[in-house]
C-alpha cells in the first residue's frame, strides 16, 4: 500500500482501514511491528516515520513519477 503511494504520508489509520476489517482492534500496534520487520529486510531508511502524522516511502532521489501502479 505504501509503495503503490510513494511519496504520500500515509497514517497509521489509512493502513489499517485499508488491510484489515473494520472490527480490527485500531488500538494494537500490529502496524508498527510489520513496519519494523519490513524495515529490517528492506533496510531501514526506506520508510520514512513521519511523526504525527503516518508513514512514507519515498522513491530513489526523492522524487515521484506520478505513475501509481
Do not use: C, W
Not at 510513494?6 to 494494537?28: A, M, N, P, V, W
Amino acid at each position: 500500500y505504501l509503495m503503490h503511494h510513494r511519496g504520500k504520508t500515509i497514517s497509521r489509520t489509512e493502513l489499517t482501514e485499508h488491510l484489515y476489517d473494520q472490527d480490527f482492534d485500531r488500538d494494537s500496534n500490529t502496524i508498527e511491528v510489520f513496519v519494523g520487520r519490513l524495515r529490517k529486510k528492506l533496510g531501514i531508511d526506506l520508510i520514512e516515520t513521519v511523526r504525527g502524522l503516518g508513514y512514507r516511502i519515498d522513491p530513489p532521489g526523492g522524487e515521484t513519477d506520478g505513475a501509481d501502479a
